[in-house]
């Protein structure tokens, strides 16, 4: 099959051809810092909201199959472990899913997922995302099961919390990660964290080109042994699994791991 324009440019993009690729660089010993590295390139959170509603849109009215990080493609670009996990989170629960995707934007894994999932029910999907995302979401891009909503505590009778690279651009990571283990929801999915190969937690700035959306803004890299720590008491891990998806220049791996919440 030959694979258009529109997706090799979107792959460049986002896997990293010289001179467009997404980078990661410094050693930070602070958010303060990191942010300050950032200059006037910081996160244009409007900016990027609108290009990723219209994306979204497209995808949503047939214009277009895949978005992801804004980039439109016209092939979906699965994860099969994360869909492996579904599966099996839905098997287990009656052929059904009730998914909270925590930090997903505006449904990308949503509209990425539903035709494979298709045999599955799903009773809901709930984004959680912040106020403005929140806000276009619900008037936009929200249908069936999707809706979008600010605060974890509102969602009742979710199966799986979902969350896809999203702790690495939050400034306390670990606290995010309390709060998915304190939810008591059966199964928690995490997907595309970027684990540090050095054993250690590293701050860096990500330096996004302006082909996506010029910004500049922190970045984590995570402790692989700190991060299942967190979840130790209350879940048990059912499996890791290395991401196809992203790569960086700094040395890591990007993981995804499946908890089950223990008896």
């Known amino acids: 099959m030959k694979i258009s324009d529109m997706t ?3 792959w460049r993009l986002l896997s990293g051809d010289k001179g467009t690729e997404v980078r990661w660089q410094g050693d930070y010993n602070s958010w303060e810092e990191a942010l300050a590295a ?3 390139e910081g996160y244009a959170e409007d900016n ?3 290009r990723t509603l219209q994306s979204t849109l497209k995808v949503k009215n047939g214009e277009a199959v895949f978005e992801r990080d804004s980039v439109l493609f016209d092939r979906i670009e699965y994860s099969f472990p994360l869909l492996a996990c579904l599966l099996k989170i839905a098997a287990a629960q009656d052929n059904t899913l009730s998914v909270v995707d925590y930090g997903g934007a505006l449904g990308s894994h949503y509209f990425q997922n539903r035709t494979f999932l298709q045999p599955v029910t799903i ?3 709930v984004v959680v995302e912040q106020e403005k995302h929140v806000k276009a979401g619900n008037r936009f891009i929200s249908e069936g099961p999707l809706r979008f909503e600010q605060r974890l505590e509102d969602i009742s009778g979710a199966n799986v919390l979902l969350s896809s690279c999203m702790l690495p651009y939050v400034e306390r990571p670990y606290e995010y990660a309390c709060k998915f283990a304190d939810s008591g ?3 928690i999915l995490l ?3 970027p684990i540090s190969a050095e054993n250690r937690d590293r ?7 302006p082909q996506i959306y010029a910004a500049r803004y922190p970045s984590w890299f995570l402790c ?3 991060l299942l720590a967190v979840f130790q008491e209350k879940y048990e891990l059912v499996v890791d699994f290395v991401s196809p998806i992203d790569h960086a220049n700094i040395p890591s791996v990007y993981k995804g791991f499946l908890f089950m919440k223990k008896k």
Do not use: F, H, M
Not at 203 to 209: K, M
């Open 8 to 10: 090799k440019k979107a």
């Open 38 to 40: 950032c200059g006037n």
């Open 48 to 50: 990027i909201l609108e």
């Open 123 to 125: 009773r809901q999907w």
């Open 185 to 187: 929801i059966e199964y």
């Open 191 to 193: 997907d595309r964290i």
């Open 203 to 209: 701050l860096t700035v990500e330096i996004v080109p």
């Open 224 to 226: 692989e042994s700190k």
